[in-house]
């Protein structure tokens, strides 16, 4: 292993070791410059897999990332920055491409193995810096691109469905305390578009459509402040001001905005929300399992004023459930619950009757108020 590899590899190893962390005042270190005049020719060059943390810092190194699928697949999506260069190509265009062995390169692929054996094969061309960085998935930083892929399956009746993925990416940019600098948030994912098609492909018969979030990166103006927090693709987001369900807010009522993101689980059978809260003793957004306690509940508001948060949840059949919430100690406690249900067991041969138990905070505990039948008008 060379000696600049060698440096690398260490680099990895510390960046590894800090990874979770905000990264505050990051800048090319020292050895990573002008350090391969000394290095040792004949020592062989090691292939080296970087994790997406690893990926996304080194990218930063005045690195050069490399996309080796199909150049169809690159006009869809691709990294942004990256340089096209699909791997048949590789061998006989490389070095006019990046003459300079001694260049970093990251080199990834789509769902397969082409970015190992591309990285493999230019280390046997000589190249000293090129690592696997992986999948286009697996990605935590900035994708661009028109549409990703369009695909065709059989229906069970005399249409096709026919899908087409887009890039989704936006901006925003916003203080979350007057104390902190401003950030921007730069969210990246994917739109699938789903059209079903007459069977000889003449007209679409419906269409339809799902937002996915994948990823959220932190910024500030003088980048020293970085944090990517990475979703995968749990659940749909949709919202009709194109923020797609991306939210901040005072969720904690300590003064620092905190990100929260709706959710829609597949079948639509029920909303969730993710939450990040600021944790300014951190100095990073930190994920909030409390908040999750939120989840069995489709419509949430804050009361600023009162600092309460108050939920609220339709079953259908005239029942509902209105609960509130006071954060003590970072601790979701219900202080006002109200849930009216229809009673099916209560008819008298002319009425229907609804059951209401409303509950209070009285001295630090939950208790019954109200409880009351009512007919159904």
Known sequence: MNKSHFTLVILLIL?????????????????????????????????????????????????????????????????????????????????????????????YSGLNRKSEYTTKELIELGYTEAYDIGTLAAWKGEIVGNKRYSSYYNYFDDSFSRSEFSALSFKLTQKINEELPEFTFHIGGHTINYNRISWDKSKIISSSAENYINNITVTDSSSSFIQTINIGSVGNWWSDDEMYGFKLADWNFDGYLDICINTIPYYYDEGTYLYWL?????????????????????????????????????????????????????????????????????????????????????????VVVKDYYEPLD
């Not at 005042?25 to 994790?51: A, C, G, W």
């Not at 406690?333 to 905070?361: A, K, P, S």
């Open 278 to 366: 600021w944790d300014n003793e951190l100095q990073q957004f930190v994920p909030s399992d409390e908040y999750r306690k939120l989840y069995d509940y489709y419509d949430i508001f804050i009361d600023t004023e009162n600092e309460l948060i108050m939920c609220y949840e339709d079953y259908g059949w005239y029942s509902s459930v209105v609960t509130y919430f006071k954060c003590i100690d970072n601790k979701l406690v219900t202080v006002y619950n109200c849930e009216t249900r229809y009673d099916w067991n209560r008819y008298d041969g002319d009425e229907w009757f609804l059951h209401t138990i409303i509950q209070e905070m009285v001295d630090g505990k939950l």
């Open 15 to 107: 960046i590894s070791s800090l990874s979770g962390c905000s990264f505050k005042d990051v800048s090319k270190p020292e050895h990573m410059t002008n350090h391969r005049e000394d290095m040792t020719e004949d020592i062989p060059i090691e292939y080296i897999k970087l994790s997406p943390d690893e990926a996304l810092f080194i990218a930063s190194l005045d690195a050069i990332i490399l996309d080796v699928r199909t150049k169809e697949q690159y006009d869809a999506e691709h990294i942004i920055n990256a340089i096209s260069l699909p791997s048949t190509d590789v061998s006989k265009n490389i070095e006019r491409l990046i003459p300079d062995k001694n260049q970093i390169i990251l080199i």
